[in-house]
């Protein structure tokens, strides 16, 4: 069997997101997952008191988790990513409960927002790629009650997005424009992502 990826080990995804591992199964990469434990919040704190903006805080985190993992690691390929929305100059993470994502909907009800997806690929515990894409979705203007439908309708899973939905189900209902790279909206970029993997010789194709 012809092998895509040329490493003798994983693609090592330091990331617990379902979404980003289910990306890159289906672009055919053998991948393994370790959780990066970092301290997001306390990354987030240290980047915005550098006056770091949304785009720059994604990267921030993406490197950190891939340079935690990679640290432990320091012979496999690493990725490290993160997803960082932007609304108006308001940033917004996954929210915390059902009523966090409530009154988070409702901020971005009637809005463009932007999602910024950073990925970093480290070895040997050096950042040597970085990757970021981002998307802008208007999102239809919102009733309470259309929010409590959507959020009974669309289940606990969304609370896992940073948007409180999955635009590939869904949430495809909240909609009037989408503008950007599927992947960038998923949470990981990955045209730019295989560009830097093939530039490492890590893919025979
Ligand atoms: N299936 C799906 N997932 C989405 C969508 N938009 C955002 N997400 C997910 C991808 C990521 O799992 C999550 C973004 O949050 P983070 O970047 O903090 O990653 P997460 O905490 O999930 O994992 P990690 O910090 O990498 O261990 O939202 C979407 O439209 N569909």
């Not at 496999?76 to 994502?101: M, N, S, T």
């Not at 009637?110 to 999602?115: F, I, P, T, Y």
Request: net charge negative; charged share 20%; aromatic share 2%.
């Amino acid at each position: 069997m012809p092998a895509l990826w040329t490493p003798s080990d994983k693609l090592l995804l330091a990331s617990m997101s379902a979404t980003r591992l289910a990306l890159l199964v289906s672009a055919g990469l053998p991948v393994e997952t370790q959780d990066s434990a970092i301290d997001e919040r306390a990354v987030e704190h240290a980047a915005v008191h550098e006056g770091l903006d949304p785009p720059a805080l994604a990267a921030r985190l993406a490197e950190e988790k891939a340079l935690a993992v990679s640290r432990r690691h320091p012979d496999r390929v690493v990725i490290g990513a993160d997803q960082v929305l932007a609304c108006e100059g308001r940033v917004f993470h996954k929210p915390a409960d059902r009523p966090a994502a409530e009154a988070q909907l409702m901020a971005l009800s009637g809005r463009r927002h932007a999602l910024h997806s950073a990925g970093a690929l480290a070895i040997g515990g050096q950042v040597v790629e970085r990757i970021l894409g981002t998307a802008h979705l208007t999102m239809r203007p919102l009733t309470e009650e259309a929010v409590e439908l959507y959020l009974d309708l669309a289940g606990p899973d969304v609370l896992r997005s940073v948007g409180v939905y999955q635009l590939e189900g869904f949430g495809v209902h909240l909609f009037e424009a989408v503008e950007g790279d599927h992947s960038t909206i998923l949470g990981l970029p990955l045209l730019p992502l295989l560009a830097s993997l093939r530039r490492l010789g890590c893919l025979a194709l």
